[in-house]
């Protein structure tokens, strides 16, 4: 079997790596913005680099032009921002509040699960004989990296939150990208993604509108907050990976980028060591051996 790795692999690999550096990042933070006031701060920015991206095409690349999205594909691109980046990030963080990064790391693992599933209900798409062995291999370095921190306390009460929020935004987040895989086959990426943060951030606009949080809203950006931090996590995790991700998926398997997504939880254990100089045990070392084989032999698949 021939090893594949092409720019889509890559692409889904370097998505995990930019995610788990922002996670980190978000983290050091101190958590001292509530998880829908982190969202819109990192959409906001999402969106702002994307239309600055979308501009320099416009300007410097020939026969670009503004695209013509058929209604359906509008509709798609908006309810896939909306469950995605306004509900599924916004609920991310608050699993993420509310079980620590080890135990969302855990939850996490249910992705690929619900992007085969997804994709086999809705595209006709499966992983195909060896891919099931590396898929397994990878979720069982995932729980090895992540299970010694699972069994510290935890209010029970904290944990079922946490664990509602972090596996619904999970089972979300895999249904908003197969939702617009199709558009991005049939219009540009660029004006598809600043579609769908746009979409995102009204939702946003929308909710705060109807329930009248505007005011609670600017309260708890005021304050004393790491912006410097804020916007470089932003930047990763709000930008970078969701440009890195949406081109996996427009360019392979989604069940196998998927999986290759899936190695976020090992690379946040790498960056915890690196940033927040926290101790890695020869378990998180298996864990993260593990890992790398399931995703070799997803390759080989």
Known sequence: MAISFGFGEFC???????????????????ESMPAFELNFVKNIIAALLLLATVVVIELFQDGAGLPSFSRWDMFLTFVSGLIGLAIADTWYFKGLQYLGAARMGIVATI???????????????????WQYLGFVLVLLGLLMVAWRQNKQDIDPADLRKGLFFGGTAVILTAAGVLMVTGVMDRQPFFWTALLRMLAGLAGMCIFMSVRKEWPLFRQNLKGNHPWKTIVLASFLGG???????????????????????????????????LVLKEHISRQKILGLLLTLSGVMVVLMG
């Open 12 to 30: 889904a690999t370097a998505c995990s790596i930019a995610w788990a550096l922002s996670v980190v990042l978000f983290r050091r933070s101190g």
């Open 111 to 129: 992705y690929s699960p619900s992007v085969i599933s997804l994709s086999a209900l809705f595209l006709g798409e499966s992983l195909q004989g």
């Open 239 to 273: 930008y970078l990976s969701m440009a890195l991700w949406l081109t996996g998926y427009k360019l392979i398997n989604p069940a196998v980028a998927s999986i290759l997504n899936e190695t976020s939880s090992v690379f946040i254990v790498f960056f915890a060591w």
